[in-house]
């Protein structure tokens, strides 16, 4: 790396918890105690936001909101929303416990980026208290990134730019132009567009597979293959402009980056 100043990575589905497990178990659990039976493709839904900002969109989702109408008599409120989300946040951190193996390699590719003189932060739609048992877990695993930015933190959460900016100006790093987000939801993918940096999409270990490391790895080839295309797609029409499959393959999607804008390309060009 000689021009990409900083890598600014996501957490669940990019770099622990293959397959993004522990938010899928947590919401569910969640609007189960309030008597809805919340599918597993629904809480997938809107993967990435800050948790509050998450269970606010389910709560709005029509399929969702009838089934909460139907268990409660009345239509989602924002009390509702508030009550939900309160009683999820030591359910995140539970499971966020359960489901903290780095993805495999998450911690040399950092590692690597580190040695070369590149700064490397983190951004989260977890808080503060949903990271606390993940940040000691993944450093007793070889990774620690200088800055970690949660939920919460800044006026505004992803799709908005401002915890992607929170994380470069921690690092100083700068200009956006030669800094890449990392993340395997399309919303992450719309965080990197409007902070105006580069965006590198993880299709197969993140939200849009949704499956443990065994079980993708159970797969048959095509299955998978059809699996990795398809969340693939969704991500670059959300704006990635590179995909590939897990943060293990990102080392060559930095050297393309490297090389377009040693081209002279720049983020906004496409």
């Not at 065994?214 to 295309?229: F, G």
């Amino acid at each position: 790396m000689g021009m990409i100043k900083g890598v600014v990575f996501d957490w669940a589905g990019t770099m622990v918890d293959f397959g993004c497990q522990a938010p899928v178990e947590a919401l569910i659990a969640a609007f189960g105690a309030e008597g809805v039976a919340l599918a597993g493709e629904d809480a997938r839904r809107d993967m990435g936001r800050a948790k509050r900002d998450h269970v606010a969109a389910l709560l709005a989702y029509p399929p969702v909101a009838h089934a909460w109408a139907k268990a409660k008599g009345t239509p989602p409120a924002e009390a509702d929303v508030e009550r939900v989300y309160r009683a999820l946040e030591p359910l995140m951190a539970q499971a966020a416990a359960r489901f903290s193996d780095l993805i495999p390699g998450a911690a040399s590719v950092a590692t690597g980026l580190l040695a070369q003189g590149v700064r490397v932060g983190s951004g989260t739609g977890y808080t503060r208290q949903m990271m606390s048992a993940i940040l000691p877990r993944a450093a007793s695993q070889g990774y620690a990134p200088e800055v970690v930015v949660c939920a919460g933190e800044t006026p505004s959460g992803r799709p908005s730019p401002l915890m992607l900016w929170q994380a470069l100006i921690q690092l100083d790093a700068w200009p956006a132009r030669v800094c890449v987000k990392v993340d395997d939801a399309e919303v992450g993918m719309e965080e990197g567009r409007a902070a105006g940096c580069w965006t590198v999409g993880l299709a197969a270990s993140g939200n849009g597979v949704g499956l443990s490391l065994e079980q993708y790895r159970s797969l048959d080839e095509k299955d998978r293959r059809a699996r990795v295309e398809r969340a693939g797609k969704s991500l670059k029409l959300a704006g990635a402009h590179l995909v590939i499959d897990t943060v293990a393959d990102l080392p060559a999607a930095l050297t393309e980056i490297e090389r377009r804008i040693a081209a002279g390309q720049r983020p906004t060009d496409d």
